[in-house]
């Protein structure tokens, strides 16, 4: 791994400084790809923006070199599972969404759950970033009930049962679900459209009431996800900043309620930060992109603000086991 060097920007004694830039049906058009020169237990997952396909890339691997595990493209927004074996991912086919997983050991796809599946009263299409409970028996994910622009947020379990709809009465949009460690909660943008998420939601899944934060720190909107620390007293979310821009954001969580956002990074003039996904309880993954060229994975040290290029040529990061 590639430490930056470079000019540094520091905003604040907190802010990190960045010089540079099982039950599952079978999928029946295949999968699995290329084997990394190390075995996943630990790191990202991601898709590429020039194929669409999930790779997997282990902390003592190479970057340049990951293992690909899904070969026909489509592929959007992978998360690992808790215990590193599994990534649950959405595929596009024709205009329909589905709900997969595969083997971080590289195998053939099996699909978890598909659109309009009777089990979901309300019609569920549009699949979004679905991520796994920290005990890996049930996903959480984002859908668009019989079509409408007001996402909401269901619950299945991974070997394609028990599905829940978390939001039955939504009149609002919800946005990236993150799981608090116990399982009992997942913590999620809100607002009146996925391009207008202006509050952070912590949505029981007991059916408990939903309570609502405002945003602060000059965020109009959370732009793609927010991210629950792996210990809960923080979440990450990439802003969007009314004065132009997305940079990564962090907030103390106490209960079901979100503190006040601080800025933690600064790529500089022309780049955008997003995806935040955390890899330890002070240390943050995150993409930067830069002038129209690719989006890559870095690394950033919350207690010494160290930054660090982890897997170029990547998107949608997800990392664990955490």
């Known amino acids: 791994m590639t ?74 927004w992978p998360s690992v599972s808790r215990d590193g074996r599994g990534v649950v991912f959405v595929q596009r086919s024709g205009g329909a969404t589905s709900l997969l997983t595969v083997p971080t050991t590289g195998g053939t796809p099996a699909t978890l759950f598909r659109a309009n599946d009777p089990a979901c009263a309300r019609g569920c299409a549009n699949f979004r970033t679905p991520t796994f409970s920290p005990d890996g028996r049930s996903v959480v994910f984002v859908f668009s009930p019989a079509n409408s622009s007001q996402t909401a947020l269901a619950r299945i379990n991974t070997d394609g049962s028990g599905f829940q709809d978390l939001t039955p009465n939504n009149v609002i949009a919800y946005g990236a679900p993150s799981f608090v460690p116990n399982g009992s909660a997942v913590v999620a943008g809100a607002g009146s459209g996925l391009n207008q998420l202006d509050q952070l939601a912590y949505v029981p899944l007991n059916g408990g009431a939903i309570t609502y934060s405002s945003l602060s720190a000059g965020v109009q909107f959370v732009e793609n996800r927010v991210a629950v620390s792996p210990n809960g007293s923080q979440v990450a979310v990439d802003g969007r900043l009314s004065s132009g821009g997305t940079r990564v954001f962090v907030a103390p969580l106490s209960g079901s309620n979100v503190g006040g956002l601080q800025r933690v990074t600064s790529s500089g003039a022309g780049s955008e930060e997003s995806w935040p996904s955390w890899t330890g309880n002070s240390q943050l993954g995150f993409l930067i992109t830069s002038g129209g060229g690719d989006p890559a994975i870095y690394r950033a040290n919350l207690g010494t603000g160290s930054v660090s290029l982890a897997v170029p040529s990547a998107t949608e990061p997800s990392y664990g086991p955490i």
Do not use: H, W
């Open 3 to 76: 430490t930056m060097t470079g000019k540094r920007r520091f905003l604040g004694a907190a802010v990190l400084a960045v010089g540079m830039l099982g039950g599952c049906e079978p999928l029946d058009d295949g999968g699995g790809g290329t084997i990394g020169d190390v075995e996943f237990t630990r790191g990202f997952a991601f898709v590429r923006e020039d194929d669409r396909n999930v790779y997997v890339v282990d902390d003592d691997g190479d970057a340049n070199s990951p293992q690909r595990l899904t070969s026909v493209g489509g592929a959007y």
